[in-house]
């Protein structure tokens, strides 16, 4: 089965408190601990970076389902790529809250021979307040 890896972003219809964010990771650890799917989710306070890894028709029908959640709109998938291996296999369901965790937003230095995976490069841009989409922007605000 191929392995891929699903990157997406959305808008928090409500801002979400520390134990609902606790209860949205512990139910989707769960669920993707059966499923075979691991990943990362940040959360800014307004907005969720996800990237999602597994089987590609698990990943596709998790998918799916995220659309479906009334926590958050403008559900866009970034990208979708094959890999060889997982990024984040050791979470079913990491979870990093950036407002609460202001240390993850300092920017480490990396060795520089190390070559990053397109999803860490985009958590980290998503985590610096790097990354924008001006038509994602302009339905989230807008402006």
Request: with cysteine; net charge positive.
């Amino acid at each position: 089965m191929e392995l891929i890896e699903l990157i997406y972003i959305s808008t928090v219809t409500t801002p979400l408190c520390d134990e609902e964010l606790e209860s949205l990771r512990r139910q989707c650890a769960a669920a993707n601990q059966l499923r075979g799917i691991s990943g990362m989710l940040l959360y800014d306070g307004h907005h969720f970076m996800q990237v999602i890894e597994g089987e590609r028709p698990r990943v596709e029908q998790l998918f799916e389902h995220i659309k479906q959640d009334k926590r958050h709109i403008n559900v866009e998938a970034l990208i979708c790529n094959p890999i060889k291996k997982r990024n984040f296999r050791k979470w079913a369901m990491g979870l990093i809250d950036l407002d609460k965790n202001p240390s993850y937003r300092e920017v480490k230095k990396s060795r520089p021979h190390r070559r990053l995976p397109l999803s860490y490069k985009l958590l980290k841009s998503f985590r610096n307040h790097e990354f924008e989409i001006d038509e994602h922007i302009e339905r989230s605000f807008g402006n």
